[in-house]
């Protein structure tokens, strides 16, 4: 019903991915939806995530955060779609807009499923069900896809630098000085998961890859945040860590063979280490 993906493309909304991030930040939290119609829509959807859930019970693993997954899912289309004008064909953000949104929904409901990467579409099946064919709130879902799951762990791995980063970003850039957060939680947390990116990066099957490339593009944002911040640094409590300063991966290169899915385990040893360290 839904074919896999595993090309360059599911990449593409990288390229904006702060806006996305932002975008899907407010779907997530309180944020409510401005425009009537797009309220209308969220409150007559309200009832098929009702039933999404009672149809995917078989497979779900948590009812309460499926269906907060859905309404959600909601609001993130109706803000992408009337606010900003980027789902239907033809708009201009199109490609963009439905890669975000087809990564979203694979990366949450996974989340939330048993055996994610197996029942994946049947589950999704059971949303798509629900939310499309209504003629007076039409929603379109034809670009969603099955995405590999090596693709959508190395994008959760992007993604989640990009969340680290536009937190970091925030505080240095636009924070008053009496008001900054601290910035190593969020530093931290960039190292973690970079250390993550480059070990695949270091395979040299891999170096050229899509996924490599967009690495490479947020290490240069990052450096020139970390510059940003060296010229700011006497108004900080605390310091951001160079990407070349996180923990020396070779542990992990000669530890870990087979699967990235392999890198989990050592990485929460090293994460731990690396925080005791921090702390003395």
């Known amino acids: 019903m839904y074919s896999q993906v595993q090309n360059v493309e599911i990449y593409e909304f990288f390229d904006d991915v702060e806006y996305y991030i932002k975008i899907a930040k407010n779907a997530e939290g ?13 409150s007559a959807f309200e009832v098929k995530c009702d039933s999404f859930v009672k149809s ?3 497979y779900i693993t948590d009812e309460i955060g499926a269906k907060r997954i859905c309404e959600q899912f909601i ?7 009337d606010n900003n004008k980027c789902i239907n064909k033809g708009d201009f953000d199109y490609n963009k807009c439905s890669k975000f949104l087809n990564y979203w929904i694979n990366f949450k409901l996974r989340k939330s499923i048993k055996n994610g990467d197996s029942t994946f579409c049947n589950v999704y099946g059971h949303l798509d069900g629900q939310l499309t064919g209504n003629e007076k709130y039409n929603i379109y879902l034809g670009f969603i896809d099955d995405i590999d799951k090596d693709d959508l762990y190395k994008m959760n791995i992007l993604y989640n630098l ?20 601290s910035l190593l939680p969020f530093s931290t947390e960039c190292c973690t998961y970079y250390i993550q990116a480059k070990y695949i990066c270091n395979d040299d099957n891999n170096k050229e890859s899509m996924f490599c490339q967009k690495l490479k593009s947020f290490k240069s944002k990052y450096n020139d945040l970390y ?3 060296d010229g700011k640094r006497s108004q900080f409590s605390d310091n951001l860590l160079k990407l070349e300063e996180c923990p020396n991966n070779k542990i ?12 989990i385990p050592l990485l929460g040893i090293l994460y731990k280490v690396s925080e005791l360290n921090i702390k003395l």
């Open 56 to 58: 995917s019970r078989t």
């Open 252 to 263: 992990i290169t000669t530890a870990v063979t087979g699967s990235i899915i392999g890198l």
């Open 162 to 181: 990009y969340v680290n980063y536009s937190e970091l970003k925030t505080i240095i850039n636009t924070t008053p000085q009496q008001l900054k957060r």
């Open 75 to 81: 609001k993130l289309y109706y803000s992408l779609k």
């Open 227 to 229: 510059n940003k911040f």
């Open 30 to 42: 309180n944020v409510e939806l401005s425009k009537p119609d797009c309220i209308a829509a969220l």
